[in-house]
């Protein structure tokens, strides 16, 4: 029988300090692009519907077959990264959904504009674990629970210059020419992954990647593994809601799609700090507090914040605040997934939690957003409505946090 550290995995094999860090600053890039391709949509939508003429539903199921997708890239994909390396995987997924948000840039009917979704959501999905494996594994162990809350940041990043672009570019060049920018940009990094980029780890034998797997059912990995996915289920639904509907409820509020980029870059701009001041304590503070204490906090400025929106300049300042430490936990759920599994599974399990949490509540979240906007749920309903998942993350993220306390060491029974 094998003992398995529950506490950090190995270190990267012999990088260097400077691979690592060009490995690390890579990986954010990639989350950066990554951010911008995924939210843009949320500015293209009602532009969409506008010229398409298609109803708040028929856009929420855009948004979501994207997110649905996402479970395909992160899941199956994760598990064949721990196999055959994160560094291939992680490019030819930026390389999918560069190359299918192009095709999302010139679709002519709604049914193209799915695929390129479709497709773009499995690139999406499998970056994400690749991603955050390489990056943590690529740190030096005193940094690696900071890094992967880093890697979340950047996604933040991505979702700011989203909006800056679409302030800048829509008016111009319509949401064609947004699209259009959200493929390009992660095509321009290929080369310089394709030489830059190190590989941290790969299973050495099929043998070896079929204990990784079972690993994932004993306890305690199996019971985290519950746990973080029920936690970011329950995020996902929000922060998706948020990211996507936003822009769409921001808009009676100021008719000047350049006063709603403007505005949801100040909101994702707090996003990125919240996700800063969360990685700068989860080295100081144990998560366990942290995480749940920012959850609890972001759940009730949530619902008290927003009673009354009608003017757009308090209701941006507003959800700035809330995103602050919505977004803020929402990254310390992912850093800290990423931290506690070992090396030998860490993209397989990144990629199982991350992929089930963002599918169930990445897909409900716009989904039931579409619908309660129909109904003609105010922002004030729609908000108090939110704070029962995010209480209910604050709380799984300190049962996991327990049962790691308890359990940093299980016992692998080897294969007969």
Not at 11 to 37: K, Q
Not at 179 to 189: H, Q, V
Not at 247 to 253: D, G, K, R, Y
Not at 320 to 338: H, N, P, T, V
Request: with cysteine.
């Amino acid at each position: 029988m094998t003992a398995v550290d529950l506490t950090g995995g190995e270190p990267a094999p012999g990088a260097g300090a400077f691979g690592s860090r060009r490995t690390i600053t890579l990986c954010g890039l990639t989350m950066i692009v990554e951010g911008f391709d995924a939210y843009a949509i949320g500015y293209v939508g009602p532009a969409i519907a506008k010229e398409w003429a298609m109803s708040q539903v028929h856009v929420g199921l855009v948004y979501s077959i994207g997110v649905a997708a996402s479970l395909v890239g992160s899941g199956v994909f994760g598990g064949l990264a721990d196999r055959f390396g994160r560094r291939r995987l992680l490019i030819g997924a930026t390389v999918l959904f560069g190359i299918a948000t192009l095709l999302g840039a010139v679709a002519d009917d709604v049914g193209v504009l799915i695929v390129s979704r479709l497709l773009a959501g499995i690139g999406l999905g499998a970056s994400i674990p690749c991603a955050l494996a390489l990056a943590t594994e690529a740190a030096s162990e005193r940094h690696r629970a900071s890094v992967p809350v880093l890697m979340s940041a950047a996604i933040a990043s991505g979702m700011i210059f989203s909006g800056l672009a679409a302030a800048l570019v829509m008016p111009a060049y319509g949401w064609r020419g947004l699209m259009a920018a959200g493929g390009i940009m992660p095509l321009l990094l290929i080369a310089p992954m394709y030489w830059g980029l190190i590989e941290t780890r790969k299973a050495e034998s099929e043998e070896e990647q079929t204990r990784s797997w079972r690993l994932l059912t004993q306890p305690p990995i199996a019971v985290l593994v519950v746990v973080i996915t029920l936690a970011l289920f329950a995020t996902y639904l929000v922060t998706f809601f948020m990211s996507f509907w936003l822009p769409s409820m921001l808009t009676p509020l100021t008719a000047d799609i350049q006063g709603v980029g403007f505005g949801m870059t100040v909101i994702k701009t707090a996003s990125l700090f919240g996700s800063l001041a969360v990685a700068a304590l989860m080295t100081r503070v144990r998560p366990g507090r942290l995480l749940p204490a920012t959850f609890l906090i972001g759940a009730v400025a949530l619902a008290l914040g927003l009673r009354d929106h009608g003017n757009f300049t308090t209701t941006v300042a507003i959800l700035a605040l809330i995103s602050f430490f919505i977004d803020g936990a929402f990254s310390g759920i992912i850093g800290f997934g990423a931290w506690i599994f070992p090396s030998r599974i860490r993209a397989t399990a990144i990629g199982v939690t991350t992929g089930m949490g963002r599918f169930s509540g990445g897909t409900l979240g716009p989904m039931a957003g579409g619908m309660m906007l129909d109904r003609g749920f105010g922002l004030p309903v729609i908000a108090a409505i939110a704070t029962i998942p995010l209480v209910m993350a604050g709380l799984l993220v300190a049962i996991a946090a327990s049962i790691h306390r308890r359990g940093n060491r299980i016992v692998e029974v080897s294969p007969t």
